[in-house]
C-alpha cells in the first residue's frame, strides 16, 4: 500500500507535517494536571488563612505577615535579641552568634516564642548542648544568657549607647 492510500485510510497527516504543528500547537493539560494544580493552590490558600487568623509565623512563609506590615516609630526604640555565654575563667559574659552555626537555632526562631523562653529558662539548656555539640574544641558554658539591646531612636537615628538587658539567665548542667 502506498503512503497516499494508508494516510487515507488512517486519516493520519503526513508525519512532516504532525511534526511541525505538534512542535509549535501548545498541548492541552489534562483533567489531572489540572486538577491537583487547583488542589496546590487550594491547601496553601487554606494554610496561609490558617496563619492569618492564628496570628503564627509556625507556617512561615505562608504564616502570619505581621512583621512587614508594621511601621517603625522614627523616635521610638529598636530591640534586639541576644545571646550570650559565660565561659569559665573569663570574667564577663562573651556574645554568642544567634544562628544555627552557633548555638543551632536562628535568632527569629527563639524571638518567637520569647515569653515562653524567658518564662522556662531551662530551655536555654539546649542552646548550651548545641553550642557545645557544635564547638567540641571551646570550652562548655557556665551560664546562659538571653538578653536584649534597646536602642532609642531619634528621627530615625540611633541616640546614645544602647541598653542591654538580661531577659533570662540558665545555669548550665
Known sequence: MDEKKRRLLTKRKPPSESAA???TKPRPMTTWSIVWRLAATAIALIVLTCGQFLNTNDFFPL?????????KDLNGTVNSTCIEAQFPG?????????????VGIERGDIESQLDRVI???????????????????EPKPEAMILCRTVTQLDNGRSVGEPEHKILATWEVQ
Open 21 to 23: 504543528e505538534s512542535a
Open 90 to 102: 573569663e570574667d564577663e559574659p562573651r556574645r554568642l552568634g544567634f544562628n544555627t552555626a552557633t
Open 119 to 137: 518564662s522556662h529558662p531551662e530551655l536555654l539548656q539546649t542552646l548550651a548542648d548545641s553550642f557545645e555539640r557544635l564547638h567540641p574544641d
Open 63 to 71: 504564616g502570619s505577615l505581621t512583621q512587614y506590615a508594621t511601621a
